[in-house]
């Protein structure tokens, strides 16, 4: 089995930085892409920030110069470094990415971000 466990997430003031961490662990022979989401209250998943396995970053535009998706293979681990953070940035933050096949995805179980004075 495959499991992706996600941390770093809690509460910060509007300007404030955190830095998400998303370790992934099991039966494990490739990682594809990995890519972080968040689902806000009410709202649909978005996609957030993706690394692909050709090392390049695509990322939503409303977080494009704040924040940033980098990965390192040897560790299977992906992480989202998020600046200048906004409230409308509250949301829970979810791990993906395509592990052993580009067709196969797994989750983490979310970790939740809030940016309130």
């Known amino acids: 089995q495959v499991q992706l466990v996600e941390s770093g997430g809690g509460s910060v003031q509007p300007g404030g930085s955190l830095r998400l961490s998303c370790v992934a662990s099991?039966?494990?022979?490739?990682?594809?892409?990995m890519a972080w989401y968040r689902q806000a209250l009410g709202k649909k998943r978005e996609l957030v920030a993706r690394?692909?396995?050709?090392?390049?970053?695509i990322y939503a535009d409303s977080v494009k110069g704040r924040f940033t998706i980098s990965r390192d293979n040897a560790k299977k681990t992906v992480y989202l470094q998020m600046n200048s953070l906004i409230p409308e940035d509250t949301a829970v933050y979810f791990c993906?990415?395509?592990?052993?096949?580009?067709?196969?995805?797994?989750w983490g179980q979310g970790t939740q971000v809030t940016v309130s004075s």
């Open positions: 993906n990415a395509k592990i052993n096949s580009p067709n196969y995805d797994y």
């Open positions: 099991g039966n494990i022979f490739s990682i594809h892409d």
């Open positions: 690394a692909t396995s050709g090392d390049r970053e």
